[in-house]
């Protein structure tokens, strides 16, 4: 069994920072890509970030040169660093994994239970 647990979420002022961490554990064999998407109210959940494997990063043209996605594949973990975070960034995000599951053996993509960032103005 996987799961994935995130944490960093909060309240913080417009032109703040936080840093979202996301941790996978289980029985894994590898991780392949992570990422983060949010999700406001009323809206469609939407790509933040995402980071492949070996490093590769893509990211949303609304968060291009403001959050940093990284990840340490020893601890299977992946971070979201938001800087100068706008009251538009305030949503639910979520990260999710490709993850190769040991015994048996399967490819699955796995979400977090999410984490509210909330950017007030």
């Known amino acids: 069994q996987v799961q994935l647990v995130e944490s960093g979420g909060g309240l913080v002022q417009a032109g703040g920072s936080l840093r979202l961490s996301c941790a996978a554990s289980g029985s894994i064999r590898s991780v392949n890509d992570m990422g983060w998407y949010r999700q406001a109210p009323g809206k469609q959940r939407e790509l933040v970030a995402a980071?492949?494997?070996?490093?590769?990063?893509n990211y949303a043209d609304s968060v291009k040169g403001r959050f940093a996605i990284s990840r340490d594949n020893a601890k299977n973990t992946v971070y979201l660093q938001m800087n100068s975070l706008k009251p538009e960034d305030t949503s639910v995000y979520y990260c999710?994994?490709?993850?190769?599951?040991?015994?048996?053996?399967?490819?699955?993509?796995?979400w977090g239970q999410g984490t509210q960032v909330t950017v007030s103005s």
């Open positions: 999710n994994a490709v993850i190769v599951t040991r015994y048996p053996t399967y490819t699955k993509t796995y």
């Open positions: 980071i492949t494997s070996g490093g590769n990063t």
